[in-house]
């Protein structure tokens, strides 16, 4: 059964730091992998999706890799902000015969920027 | 236009209720989600649905009950409401066997309060 894992759980910085969040995931046959953004109170925005065969996604400050046979993944945040506080999810789905099936999530990293 | 929009957004009740939280996709996706987030924040599929097959049906009590008219709806029943089942209840939907670009949209949550 896949799990996933995501280090650190809590992770306090300065404004403007870089940073890496990571995420390990223990069954390499994965679909894609996505990365999301959760704030309190509200739902999941997607932020990155890296598909098996691609090494890496980039958006903006944000850029993923995805090592899928060693089962990790990083998303590094460049100059951070006090807007990119929030809670970072990691995901993978799965492949199956008919398709791709549901996202198996991390527990998450809480991310506080300090101004 | 919201994507992929449940409601209600917050719903308070008492044990022993019975319950339903209703979501709609306007995505034209074939596949339609039920996540719960539970107190600890670990986000765990309930529920997948495919042209309004089930496909999906992870360990979840009886009492809570999928229900899909047609592929763009997908209302979740929970009978004989436990104090256990407070969560947050996420919709999603994504487009199951589409190539590369199986991004899954989320909806922006039902926090349920079981008292």
């Known amino acids: 059964k896949q799990e996933v894992t995501q280090i650190p759980a809590a992770l306090s910085v300065p404004e403007g730091e870089n940073l890496v969040l990571n995420c390990s995931f223990t069954?390499?046959?994965?679909?894609?992998l996505q990365w999301f953004r959760q704030d309190p109170g509200k739902g999941l925005t997607s932020l990155l999706l890296?598909?098996?065969?691609?090494r890496e996604q980039t958006s903006g400050r944000l850029n993923a890799s995805l090592d899928k046979s060693s089962g990790r993944s990083t998303l590094y945040i460049a100059a951070s902000q006090p807007g990119d506080s929030a809670t970072y999810l990691c995901?993978?789905?799965?492949?199956?015969?008919?398709?791709?099936?549901?996202?198996?999530f991390g527990k998450g990293t809480h991310l506080i920027i300090q101004p | 236009d919201t994507a992929v929009s449940q409601t209600p957004k917050y719903l308070v009740t008492q044990m022993g209720n019975d319950k339903s939280i209703k979501c709609e996709q306007n995505?034209?996706?074939?596949?339609m989600y039920w996540y719960k987030q539970d107190s600890k924040k670990f986000l765990k599929i309930m529920f997948s649905?495919?042209?309004?097959?089930?496909?999906i049906n992870e360990t979840v009590p009886n009492r809570f009950s999928p229900k899909s008219p047609d592929k763009a709806h997908l209302n979740l029943h929970i009978n004989s409401l436990e104090l256990g089942d407070s969560a947050v209840y996420f919709c999603?939907?994504?487009?199951?066997?589409?190539?590369?670009?199986?991004?899954?949209?989320f909806g922006e949550g039902s926090w349920l309060t079981v008292v």
């Open positions: 999603a939907s994504s487009q199951r066997d589409r190539g590369p670009g199986n991004t899954i949209y």
């Open positions: 069954d390499s046959a994965i679909y894609n």
């Open positions: 890296i598909q098996s065969s691609q």
């Open positions: 995901a993978v789905v799965m492949y199956s015969g008919g398709g791709a099936d549901g996202l198996t």
């Open positions: 995505l034209g996706h074939d596949t």
């Open positions: 649905y495919n042209n309004k097959e089930l496909i």
